[in-house]
């Protein structure tokens, strides 16, 4: 697939071509489809192109920027988070309308059992100049399930930190992917999640190679936790404590509502990077 040679007006926007596993799409922001703020180079919105649920922020002093990285990202605009406040969110459940519940995903509180796979594949970068950038969080606004994600540039050992606080089991933060972090480096990152003998088993891939997680005290592929449940609410750019540095370029955020298998992984992740020339 070369999204360049099927798209000769060069507007993937408005293009035909879509990414794989169409049917298993729940939320797809593209980094093409913005509405601008009040300062004129913020955005307001990302629109969900699944047609489900548009991201927004109405505080024009917390909304990203709409920018070209030069030389990167196939020199097509994207979402910069570019301080602590820049963030994206569902927010409550008011702004949950259209046919989108991120709860019927996870399970209402009282069905832990109800946990249902999904896959997340995003495009971005860790900005020039900060130590970690937040990626984005899946919460419950009414219990503490929490799901976070963000990278770290700061030094050996670089890569994805993720922090977990299921309904049923105690907060827990791993790390993964050795020094695959560098500023200004785009990369396609794809994070499944399958429910396991009653676990939720994480695993994670950068460019399409496997990531290790540092599980307590040896690597793997997978890193189990409890449970999640009554999750409602999606976060892109949020801020998680002081020193969680929202400084980060995006491009491109799909959520599916299925645990994608290796082929499918490698389809998306071909699609992702044909789209924005990452490698």
């Known amino acids: 697939m070369n999204v ?29 489809n913005y509405e601008l703020g009040g ?34 990202f ?30 019927d995903c996870f399970g209402p509180a009282g069905q832990l059992n109800d946990d249902p796979p999904w896959t997340i ?22 219990s503490s399930a929490l799901i976070a994600v963000k990278e770290d540039g700061g030094g050996s050992g670089d890569g994805l930190s993720l922090r977990v606080t299921p309904d049923t089991a105690s907060s827990d933060v791993d790390q993964c992917g050795g020094d695959f972090i560098a500023a200004d480096v785009p990369r396609v990152t794809v994070i499944k999640s399958v429910h396991n003998s009653g676990n939720t088993e994480l695993s994670a891939k950068s460019n399409d190679s496997a990531l290790d997680w540092d599980d307590e005290g040896g690597p793997t592929n997978t890193v189990a936790f409890g449970t999640f449940s009554n999750i409602n609410t999606l976060k892109l ?3 998680l ?21 290796d082929a499918e992984i490698t389809q998306v992740t071909s699609y992702l990077n044909d789209k924005w020339q990452v490698y």
């Open 241 to 261: 404590g002081s020193t969680d540095w929202v400084l980060s370029y995006l491009a491109e955020f799909i959520f599916f509502n299925a645990a994608l298998s």
């Open 39 to 72: 300062l004129g180079s913020n955005i307001a919105k990302l629109y969900d192109r699944a047609g489900n649920n548009t991201m927004a922020q109405t505080t024009i002093n917390e909304q990203p920027s709409n920018v070209v990285l030069p030389g990167k």
């Open 4 to 32: 360049n040679t099927l798209n000769c007006n060069n507007n993937v926007a408005d293009s035909v071509v879509t990414p794989p596993q169409m049917n298993n799409i729940l939320l797809w922001y593209d980094s093409l």
């Open 121 to 142: 594949a995003y495009v971005g970068a860790i900005a020039h100049g900060t130590d970690t950038a937040s990626i984005f969080t899946l919460s419950s606004s009414s």
């Open 74 to 103: 196939g020199n097509r605009r994207v979402t910069y988070f570019d301080s602590y406040e820049d963030r994206y969110g569902s927010g409550d459940n008011s702004q949950l309308t259209g046919t989108v519940n991120l709860q």
């Open 237 to 239: 750019g949020v801020i």
